[in-house]
């Protein structure tokens, strides 16, 4: 027997519309990419959403057409999401931080039919457009008074083009598994992969977020993570649904420039990735600024450092909420959010919860395996594979064979991780960048998120150098806090007692800079070939 109830397909323009009646007046406040501040709200946001529909059909633009987006958090971008959205169009948010020729694939991969562009990005458009045979047409999120001068194929200036409809329009209706948004992950190892969101995975997504970042009508919330990387984790679909107030960075993401928007507008709420907060701290600890409106932010997308968690409690009175992730999770997973028995911890004994990635929210389900697939105890201690079930959780890539689930459905994330008696997750690596040293595994992030507790130390990252006796053995890469000098021993005594004898790193090195990938990640591939002839002093002892 089927349930008698009404079919009210999860539509994500249906979220737009809830916060257009229930909360119109509530503020979308952006930086823009020329310059000034802009205030405009749900309602409007709504209407202007409206005539993009509208504009989009006059394109040519219909279901199932991919529009990509090349643009920072803004307002322009966000009433772009739900106008591509109201006609069961698909956004593709396209990472500009991606190798051009990345950027090329991806387009032409996605078949995408007209792009959306910030102004800083048109030089970066200008020089591959030639490779771009889909590209109908290109729309720069500007007004006509700032639109360059560009040989972009049928360039114009987003407010004119917009201007050419009214709002005079109705949502398309469709099925709720219809397709909503595309966004590529950026692989180390071959061509990207194409993720498609659904209405449904999107709306449920947002529901699913609310239970562990808790935000209401009465929040402010910045999203400093963009919405290229992974949907803003979501809250762009979850700040309007519950009539949050936004504030949106544009392109301005340095530790002053966000600083401004927390206490300019009061925000109570942030996410973003850990390179974003160090440089906060840092702009802080430099300005002896204080956060007096921010009541939690939501780190992830690399393991949140334990001594970033205690400053921001400590020092600054602002819940972390350490969360765990994917783009081919929409993409929440897990959050260290406090479970019952867990509510009275204080001290070290809190941040041993808190550094954990955490528990999952209803609509996940996760289980560690070895790699035959035998599933692991969850005793806190046992290494395995990741995977994970949901209705927010990929079941293919886009355009691609291979088969992604498991017997059971669960997908494999590519991390490993250990998970505790309480259903705590702790990520000790990418699969890829756990160190086998002597046959046993090495986290290296435990490594890392010990060394950057220093307070000499700016980032820290660890990888696995060969080694003729143990395989790999452990080399910590540190980049100081500017003015600061340390040594090798300082480093390591720091450590001593902290971790296993055996997972010591073999040596130290100081660098200027570490790199990251697109997504503001350690980029482990570059660093391991910048050391690939790097010879341990314990190599040489070994020999
Ligand atoms: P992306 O799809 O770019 O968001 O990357 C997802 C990957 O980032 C995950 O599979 C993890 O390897 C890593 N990641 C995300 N959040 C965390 C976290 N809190 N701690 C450690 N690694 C993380």
Redesign the pocket.
């Known amino acids: 027997m089927l349930g008698l109830m009404q079919d009210w397909p999860l539509l994500c323009h249906r979220i737009i519309d809830h916060a257009a009646i229930n909360y119109g007046q509530r503020p979308v406040i952006s930086r823009s990419i020329e310059g000034p501040m802009h205030h405009t709200n749900y309602a409007e946001v709504r209407t202007r959403a409206l005539r993009i529909a509208k504009r989009l059909e006059r394109d040519g633009i219909k279901l199932g057409d991919r529009v990509a987006t090349l643009a920072w958090n803004t307002w322009r971008h966000l009433e772009s999401w739900y106008g591509i959205l109201g006609i069961g169009a698909i956004y593709h948010t396209v990472n500009p931080r991606l190798f051009p020729e990345q950027i090329v694939w991806i387009i032409n991969h996605a078949q995408d039919r007209m792009i959306m562009t910030d102004l800083t990005f048109v030089p970066l458009l200008e020089k591959i457009a030639d490779k771009l045979p889909t590209i109908e047409r290109t729309i720069v999120l500007t007004d006509g008074a700032h639109m360059p001068a560009t040989t972009l194929r049928n360039a114009v200036p987003y407010e004119d083009w917009l201007a050419e409809a009214d709002g005079d329009f109705a949502w398309k209706s469709f099925d709720e598994n219809t397709a909503a948004g595309m966004c590529y992950?950026?692989g180390t190892t071959g061509h990207p992969k194409g993720v498609v969101y659904s209405h449904r995975s999107n709306v449920l997504h947002s529901f699913m977020a609310l239970q562990s970042f808790r935000i209401t009508s009465r929040d402010t919330t910045l999203p400093v993570v963009p919405l290229f990387?992974?949907n803003a984790w979501g809250l762009v679909f979850t700040s309007p649904m519950i009539g949050g107030a936004l504030v949106l960075p544009g392109a301005r993401l340095d530790g002053a420039s966000v600083y401004e928007l927390l206490t300019e507008y009061k925000v109570t709420c942030s996410a973003a990735v850990p390179t974003i907060w160090l440089m906060l701290l840092q702009h802080l600890e430099k300005t002896g600024g204080r956060l007096p409106d921010l009541r939690q932010v939501l780190?992830?997308?690399?393991?949140?450092p334990r001594a970033m968690i205690k400053t921001f409690q400590d020092k600054y009175g602002v819940d972390v909420i350490?969360?765990?992730?994917?783009?081919?999770m929409s993409?929440l997973g897990t959050t260290s959010d406090l479970k019952a028995e867990f509510a009275s911890l204080q001290g070290e004994a809190l941040l041993d919860v808190k550094q954990k990635?955490g528990h999952t929210q209803f609509g996940v389900e996760m289980k560690i395996t070895d790699d035959a697939g035998r599933t692991l105890p969850w005793d806190g201690k046992t290494f395995g594979r990741l995977k994970v079930r949901g209705p927010a959780v990929a079941g293919a890539y886009y355009r691609d064979e291979t088969d992604l689930l498991d017997e059971d459905g669960f997908f494999d994330?590519?991390?490993v991780a250990t998970i505790d008696r309480h259903g705590y997750m702790q990520?000790t690596d990418?699969s890829k960048d756990v160190i086998k040293s002597g046959g046993e595994w090495i986290s290296s992030?435990d490594v890392e998120n010990l060394a950057v507790g220093h307070p000499k130390v700016a980032e820290a990252a660890v990888i696995g150098v060969a080694h003729p006796k143990w395989a790999e053995r452990p080399l910590l890469v540190v980049v100081l806090k500017e003015g600061q000098t340390a040594t090798k021993e300082e480093m390591l005594g720091f450590l001593e007692g902290k971790i296993a004898k055996w997972w010591m790193p073999d040596d130290v090195v100081f660098v200027t800079a570490i790199p990251h990938t697109a997504?503001g990640?350690i980029q482990k591939t570059t660093l391991r070939e910048q050391f690939t002839d790097y010879v341990l002093p314990t190599a040489v002892a070994a020999e």
Request: hydrophobic share 25%; aromatic share 4%; charged share 15%.
């Open positions: 992950t950026s990387h992974a780190i992830g997308g690399s393991a949140c350490h969360g765990w992730g994917m783009t081919e993409p990635q994330t590519g991390d990520i990418r992030i997504t990640k």
